[in-house]
């Protein structure tokens, strides 16, 4: 990446002759990092100043008391920095090294952080150091925040409680936090979209939500938590009671319903949400359409969901299909076969209305292809879900508005006997 590096430092641990071999680390040619390039700090300089992110904090941080530290965007810059040339890492550890140690004096100025110390030998130096990014950084997050609490005292459940009503009703700080996300994401959509990157991408979309880690321990016997926010999350939809503490984050990402065009366009994160798990999962995923049709001209393609939305409530299959795209979905176990009936009276098969006197081992045929074991399994499963198909209701016609009523009429006699 055209890298330079600062003179070796040598760092005791690394030389303990006491260390056996197979315990020493390797040891690099030089123990400093490495100072990335001006050109690519002014670059992410530069996105985060066109994204408009700056311009919404600034709004909210307008009149607070205290004098001014290191600013907002040197931080968010640094985590941006760290993201990329740490391996991922984006805590605010890594950000304050790379804002005082792997980038240019000339770069520092620019970022209005060239007069504060810095030492990679002097521990209560570097302590100072990452103290004034951790002050500008929660300076940001408690600006976002209508139920500021302590966070380092365990809250019971009507405090916990308290948090989330003041979280749900305070809609302004929801869609704010939202803001700043899709700005950051919808920029390197847009830039993706001018170099033509997604050329190759028919706008299949997947949207998943996902555990996302907790800075906070696990629910005590008592019933106190660190994090509000965070709560027992139920892996990949599975049945088998496998639960992990953590927040909800709700993801949409490129995908490809074509495996011809596997690798042929980036993989980029098309919205993000995060949410208290098991709350919010289809308002979240929802809106991560709505606002990214709102912004980009996209085509209209497949849609993708995991089986964790396969049990929703109607208005939101109403809203995937006010958007015009197909759903993809894939069914637990326990929701295959017959799933209920309509109140005309249909059955429920598969997410669809099919003919109330269809065999019932057709109907039972999605639960012999789950089963299925061997190919010819397998294929005998497939093949009897063929067979359904003469026995799903046939569109009447559309519906006359995005999300209103679709007439259907039960399939012709004579077709439904073959």
Request: proline share 6%.
């Amino acid at each position: 990446m055209g890298l330079t590096s600062q003179p070796a430092l040598r760092r005791g641990w690394r030389y303990n002759s006491r260390r056996l071999d197979r315990h020493r680390r390797p040891v690099p040619q030089q123990d400093a990092p490495a100072l990335i390039p001006d050109s690519k700090v002014g670059q992410f300089r530069a996105m985060l100043r066109q994204s408009g992110v700056l311009e919404v904090i600034a709004a909210k941080l307008a009149g607070r008391p205290g004098p001014a530290c290191v600013s907002i965007e040197a931080v968010l810059v640094g985590l941006m920095l760290s993201c990329v040339y740490r391996r991922g890492s984006t805590n605010l550890d890594d950000a304050t090294e790379v804002l005082f140690s792997q980038i240019s004096d000339a770069a520092r100025d620019s970022l209005g952080i060239g007069g504060f110390a810095y030492s990679l030998t002097d521990a209560c130096v570097s302590r100072a150091a990452y103290a004034r990014i951790q002050r500008a950084f929660d300076a940001l997050t408690t600006a976002f925040d209508p139920a500021r609490h302590d966070r380092r005292r365990r809250l019971t459940r009507e405090e916990v409680a308290e948090v989330r009503r003041r979280w749900r009703e305070d809609e302004s700080a929801t869609e704010a936090i939202t803001k700043l996300a899709d700005l950051i994401i919808h920029l390197s959509i847009a830039e993706a979209m001018r170099i033509g990157a997604l050329r190759h991408w028919h706008g299949d979309i997947g949207i998943d939500c996902t555990p996302a880690s907790t800075w906070g321990k696990e629910r005590r016997r008592s019933g106190t938590v660190l994090d509000p926010h965070a709560d027992w999350y139920k892996k990949g939809g599975s049945d088998d009671g496998d639960l992990i503490w953590a927040n909800g984050l709700t993801l949409g990402v490129t995908g490809h319903a074509n495996p011809a065009i596997t690798g042929k366009y980036p993989r980029l994160a098309l919205g993000m949400c995060l949410h208290t798990p098991n709350i919010g999962e289809d308002s979240a995923a929802i809106g991560i359409l709505q606002r990214l049709d709102a912004r980009f001209r996209l085509p209209r393609a497949h849609l993708a969901l995991d089986r964790g939305y396969s049990d929703r409530l109607v208005w939101f299959y109403d809203a995937i299909r006010a958007s015009e795209r197909e759903l993809i979905i894939d069914y637990k176990k326990t929701n295959l076969g017959r799933q209920g009936t309509t109140p005309a009276g249909a059955l429920w098969f598969g997410g669809v209305p099919v003919c109330p006197h269809t065999p019932g081992h057709l109907v039972d045929a999605a639960r012999l292809l789950a089963k299925g074991r061997t190919q010819a399994e397998k294929e005998r499963g497939q093949a009897l879900m063929d067979q359904t198909l003469a026995f799903r209701f046939q569109t009447k016609e559309n519906p006359k508005q995005p999300g209103g009523a679709t007439a259907s009429s039960a399939p012709p006699p004579a077709r439904a006997r073959r």
